[in-house]
């Protein structure tokens, strides 16, 4: 019997049944097809980033900071990286003798390490900048919690020398003083950042997208001569210790191209460990500190006179009495020598004559004069808290003031600006603008005086440092140099502190065509000698020499030793 | 008909295969790139290092200790010096001292 054509299997269903069943089924591929086109077409937003985040990561691009070298490329300050080590307290695990290892590695006390750990719970340094090979180390002890960070640490191979100069950065590698600080701008770089696929090995397989380019910051070549830096350093030091003087200052500047060659200053200290630091170390004196200058701001009055037509060189000034009264103050000069030129004047450091020959001027002329050298505004060197120094309005003057200020007393300056004033007699009467950076075209500077007058109060500077003078003690073998001494007291709780003294010398060489100013200050030289003719000038005739000779600068005089009196016997100056 | 059909299909499963290695390929290619540009920056930071290192030997107050020290040298005095000028310049010079 054929089985499908069984009676009984023969059902008469409704058709409503089978029609329901339809209309269920294609309603649901509906509501399915429905569903996905709002999840693929529509609203797809929310599972494509799902979908990304598997496999696209943004990676950070590093930046590096901009090198400091000095102007022959010689590096001065390199950022490198180094590794951070932190965790997460909660979940560090580790046995006892991975402790041990890891207080090794990190070298520290394994209880310093718990101490950190119990700080907190949720982060905690363990350790910062270390190399990374040890940190590499670190890692292979696998301990759990434990983690790293890049970050960069910056280098100062040459140490105590120019500290000050560069100054340093902080943790995050952004400057906090000197030209760190001054040039942060240009030697930041940006770090950037970019999307890319990578595979379930971990490999990068494609470049997504650059989200921003990376920026590594710029090079910069300062003006400093590292050989020269070094010499004036140690030429410094030697004195400063010598001397036993509380601080010191150096500042050596290319006449010809307004470039400061070398810039040290005493105490100072390491900025590549910069444990105990205190303010004294820290500041650039040259620059952010003043002074009372002393004798060493004659010659610019004498420069005045000669250029108004007052006075000539050959002039005699009445200096016979070694005393000038004006009001009810009086002006001495240590030593008579009965009536002088105004050659003589600074040859000798005569206070008496100077304040003749200032009185003889107007207080406007001469306030005029200091001003034009750049006394009393900062010399804009794009240095972190430049000074102005301190020069008052010509109309507050009173006679007794104009006459003190010829030779130095009643205004201050930094070491820097006495420095840039020099060079009016440097370069027949311009007055540079002065560059930290190396500059490659030569600045073009303003003429204050006359070259005339340059010429003549170079002849007088010359005086001043040969037998008969101040300072023949800055004398140079070979070189024919000139320059002006400076013993200044110093100046303490609104009066002059009567055993404290600043002895200071600039001068410049060689004097037939002028390649160097270089200007020294000591502050508080406490060994028994403080002129400046005694403590300062022999630093500064043994940076200038040296300074020449490494510069290849042709001798300008007979190479024959120089005869030097015996000590003690040079003119003492006026203080 | 079915031939033209036929010969398209193959070129265009040729051209799928194509396309899946040179994608393969870019991918291997581009994350050797990537490794090689990593190499670089390494080396670009061992350059800084060595550059450090170099730095620090060649200290000048360390280079003239040594050969003050241990090569016993010294600055020659001016009366063992002979400046050797270019003959217009040696004149001038002679000029500028009288």
């Given at each position: 019997m054929n089985y499908a054509a069984s009676p009984v299997l023969v059902l008469r269903l409704p058709l409503w049944r089978s029609r329901l069943l339809l209309t269920l089924i294609a309603g649901g591929f509906l509501v399915l097809a429905g569903r996905a086109v709002y999840l693929q077409g529509l609203n797809n937003d929310f599972l494509q980033q799902k979908g990304e985040s598997r496999y696209s990561r943004v990676l950070e691009i590093s930046a590096n900071r901009g090198r400091i070298t000095d102007r022959h490329g010689e590096a001065l300050a390199i950022s490198t990286p180094v590794k951070s080590v932190w965790a997460i307290p909660e979940e560090v695990q580790y046995s006892s003798q991975q402790r041990a290892k890891l207080a090794a590695l990190l070298e520290m006390p394994p209880q310093e390490i718990d101490k950190r750990l119990n700080e907190s719970t949720s982060f905690a340094y363990l350790k910062r900048q270390i190399p990374p090979e040890v940190a590499e180390r670190v890692n292979e002890l696998r301990i759990a919690g434990l983690f790293q960070n890049r970050e960069y640490r910056r280098y100062y191979p040459g140490g105590e020398v120019m500290a000050q100069v560069l100054g340093f950065t902080g943790a995050n590698d952004t400057g906090q003083e000197g030209i760190e600080l001054a040039f942060q701008a240009t030697l930041a770089g940006k770090s950037g950042s970019r999307r890319v696929i990578k595979d379930r090995m971990g490999q990068i397989v494609e470049d997504m997208e650059s989200i921003r380019e990376a920026q590594n910051g710029q090079d910069l070549a300062l003006a400093l001569d590292a050989k020269l830096q070094n010499l004036a350093y140690s030429q410094l030091k030697l004195a400063v210790d010598s001397n036993k003087a509380k601080a010191g200052a150096i500042v050596v500047l290319d006449a010809k191209s307004g470039e400061v060659l070398a810039l040290a200053n005493l105490p100072t200290y390491n900025p590549n460990n910069r444990s105990r630091l205190s303010g004294a170390q820290l500041r650039n004196r040259v620059i952010t500190d003043t002074f009372e200058p002393g004798?060493?701001?004659?010659?610019?009055?004498?420069?005045?006179?000669?250029?108004?037509?007052?006075?000539?060189?050959?002039?005699?000034?009445?200096?016979?009495?070694?005393?000038?009264?004006?009001?009810?103050?009086?002006?001495?000069?240590?030593?008579?020598?009965?009536?002088?030129?105004?050659?003589?004047?600074?040859?000798?450091?005569?206070?008496?004559?100077?304040?003749?020959?200032?009185?003889?001027?107007?207080?406007?002329?001469?306030?005029?004069?200091?001003?034009?050298?750049?006394?009393?505004?900062?010399?804009?060197?794009?240095?972190?808290?430049?000074?102005?120094?301190?020069?008052?309005?010509?109309?507050?003057?009173?006679?007794?003031?104009?006459?003190?200020m010829a030779y130095g007393h009643g205004i201050s300056v930094s070491l820097m600006q006495l420095a840039r004033a020099y060079t009016i007699f440097a370069r027949d009467g311009e007055l540079m603008p002065l560059s930290l950076l190396r500059v490659d075209a030569p600045l073009t500077g303003r003429q204050v005086i006359s070259p005339d007058t340059a010429h003549k109060l170079r002849a007088m500077l010359e005086m001043a440092v040969d037998v008969g003078g101040t300072a023949p003690k800055a004398r140079v073998m070979g070189y024919r140099v000139a320059g002006k001494t400076g013993t200044a007291h110093k100046e303490e709780n609104g009066g002059y502190a009567a055993h404290k003294y600043v002895s200071s010398f600039v001068g410049l060489a060689p004097v037939s065509d002028p390649r160097l100013v270089i200007a020294v200050m000591l502050d508080e030289p406490s060994a028994g000698q403080y002129y400046g003719g005694a403590v300062a000038a022999p630093v500064f005739s043994a940076v200038m020499g040296g300074a020449l000779r490494i510069l290849g600068v042709p001798p300008d005089a007979p190479l024959k030793p120089l005869e030097l009196p015996p000590d003690g016997s040079e003119i003492r100056e006026d203080v | 008909m079915a031939r033209i059909n036929l010969i398209l299909l193959l070129l265009l499963t040729a051209c799928a295969l194509g396309l899946v290695?040179?994608?393969?390929?870019?991918?291997?290619?581009?994350?050797?790139?990537?490794?090689?540009?990593?190499?670089?920056?390494?080396?670009?930071?061992?350059?800084?290092?060595?550059?450090?290192?170099?730095?620090?030997?060649?200290?000048?107050?360390?280079?003239?200790?040594?050969?003050?020290?241990?090569?016993?040298?010294?600055?020659?005095?001016?009366?063992?010096?002979?400046?050797?000028?270019?003959?217009?310049e040696a004149k001038e010079k002679a000029e500028a001292m009288r």
């Open positions: 004798s060493t701001l004659k010659p610019f009055t004498v420069a005045l006179a000669i250029e108004q037509g007052k006075v000539t060189p050959q002039t005699m000034v009445a200096t016979a009495s070694g005393s000038l009264s004006i009001g009810k103050a009086t002006i001495h000069d240590a030593h008579t020598f009965g009536d002088m030129t105004v050659a003589q004047v600074i040859q000798r450091s005569s206070n008496v004559g100077a304040a003749k020959i200032a009185l003889s001027l107007p207080a406007e002329a001469m306030w005029g004069m200091f001003d034009k050298v750049g006394f009393g505004t900062a010399p804009r060197l794009g240095f972190p808290g430049e000074a102005n120094g301190k020069l008052r309005a010509y109309k507050s003057w009173r006679p007794i003031e104009q006459a003190t | 290695t040179s994608q393969h390929k870019a991918r291997k290619l581009f994350s050797e790139l990537e490794r090689e540009q990593e190499r670089a920056k390494q080396l670009d930071v061992e350059w800084g290092q060595l550059q450090l290192e170099q730095s620090t030997w060649a200290m000048h107050a360390r280079v003239e200790k040594i050969a003050r020290e241990r090569l016993r040298m010294s600055v020659p005095d001016a009366r063992r010096t002979q400046v050797v000028m270019p003959a217009a």
